[in-house]
């Protein structure tokens, strides 16, 4: 598998859990600002960046996150976790 | 000292009941701040975000945190 396309999936990985992390933080902080600003600006980029990944390589999930491009995409190879990083 | 109204009349439990103000422990949690972070491949290598949940505190697991 591609290099870019592994590096893509890579930083996907590291900003969604950043994501999570905040989400678990603001949970017992809600009023955190700063935590807030950082959780939108992640969350923001990791639409992006999941936007771009499957534009180029084909959706992530199997329903209801993104539109398919025909013919459907999910059935093609690999499955997410065929993946070999 | 404070007054006990002792439901057993005997000084027993009143002697015990003062050594138990020397001795009973208090445990607490430190609130959490959200002052750094790490880059974010050293967070999803450390299983956390946050520097300050790593241990041995400090110094941290990984030592290039990013200040905010």
């Keep these: 598998m591609h290099k870019e396309r592994l590096d893509m999936l890579k930083r996907i990985q590291e900003v969604e859990f950043a994501c999570i992390d905040l989400n678990l933080y603001l949970d017992t902080h809600p009023t955190d600002q700063r935590a807030l600003m950082d959780y939108n600006a992640y969350t923001c980029q990791l639409m992006m960046l999941k936007r771009q990944y499957e534009c180029q390589y084909g959706p992530l999930k ?24 | 000292m404070k007054e006990y109204e002792c439901i057993h009349d005997n000084g027993y439990m009143q002697q015990n009941l003062e050594m138990l103000r ?8 430190p609130y959490q701040m959200y002052n750094m972070k790490y880059p974010l491949d050293k967070a999803l ?23 905010k």
């Design chain 1, 62 to 85: 199997n329903f209801g996150c993104s539109q398919s491009q025909y013919p459907w995409k999910w059935i093609d190879d690999p499955w997410p976790w065929e993946i070999e990083y």
């Design chain 2, 22 to 29: 020397y001795m009973l422990a208090k445990a607490y949690v």
């Design chain 2, 45 to 67: 290598m450390a299983g956390t975000l946050f520097p300050e949940l790593v241990k041995p505190w400090p110094p941290y697991y990984y030592e290039d945190v990013v200040k």
